[in-house]
């Protein structure tokens, strides 16, 4: 099946996503500790309701949760979900945070599981990784 020409653009194949051409947002975000972020979400990450607010779409959601962990202090003990995110932040498949850490792939799987929990030792690594890739600036993948 051949593509037909789209009406609205004149190229061939579906006519492109509204959601493609939505211009950036700029987004501020307030830190538990009062500092506020701010930052600009691609348009491909918004959408508006039917009221016409703007709504988050999953990647612009999972961003902004990486930011809110990134720039946050760990807490102690630190949820799976804050784990995972913060790998994530971070850039790191679980082998290369658990070479950082020193702990084995399977360790780091099980804390992100819930199965497990960090150790002092481990909690301090986690944190010191964090606070340098804040000094030195994250950069989260758009």
């Not at 947002?25 to 491909?44: C, F, K, N, Y």
């Not at 999972?62 to 962990?69: A, C, E, N, Y």
């Not at 690594?125 to 600036?137: E, M, P, S, T, Y």
Request: include cysteine; charge should be positive.
């Amino acid at each position: 099946m051949k593509p037909t020409p789209s009406a609205k653009n004149g190229r061939r194949g579906p006519a492109p996503s509204a959601r493609l051409s939505n211009p950036d947002v700029p987004w501020t975000m307030r830190l538990a500790d009062g500092r506020t972020i701010a930052v600009e979400i691609p348009g491909r990450w918004m959408s508006r309701d039917r009221d016409g607010s703007l709504a988050l779409l999953p990647p612009a959601v999972r961003f902004l949760d990486q930011l809110q962990v990134a720039f946050s202090p760990l807490r102690t003990p630190p949820s799976p979900p804050y784990i995972r995110t913060l790998r994530e932040a971070l850039g790191l498949t679980q082998s290369q945070l658990g070479d950082r850490l020193g702990v084995a792939k399977i360790t780091v799987s099980r804390w992100e599981r819930g199965d497990l929990r960090p150790g002092a030792q481990s909690l301090a690594k986690l944190d010191a990784l964090r606070r340098d890739c804040v000094k030195q600036g994250i950069a989260l993948s758009a």
